[in-house]
């Protein structure tokens, strides 16, 4: 099981800001806020990244993504919200623990940079 900062969020070792938690998942609000609305979707189950996941995983994957959207609503942000996973260092990864960043409350261009 890898070990990463966010392992620390998960067993409450670090405090975060904690928007939303069940038995798979952790939401909480980014340290370093990148719109009104920054928060991190992560499995409690430490998969490096999207790579990294299997069959096995796409039930788990697919709650991810409905919680975004359960968080996305609570935060009055569900009409326009940008779900981004980086996968890899090469597109800006840091955390190699698989997570959705959820980001409202301004305006978005596309293509992303
Ligand atoms: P990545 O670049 O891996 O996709 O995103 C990692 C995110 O985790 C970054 O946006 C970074 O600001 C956030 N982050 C890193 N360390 C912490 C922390 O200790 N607490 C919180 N809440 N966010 C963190």
Known sequence: MSETIFTKIINKEIP???VYEDDLCLAFRD???QAPVHILIIPKKAIPKLNDA???DQELLGHLMLVAYEV???EGVADAFRLVLNN????GQ?????????????SFTWPPG
């Open 72 to 74: 996305a609503d609570k």
């Open 54 to 56: 299997g069959v096995a």
């Open 88 to 91: 890899g260092a090469g597109v």
């Open 31 to 33: 340290i370093n806020q």
């Open 94 to 106: 840091e955390i190699f623990h698989i997570h959705f960043h959820l980001l409202a409350g301004r």
């Open 16 to 18: 975060a800001d904690i």
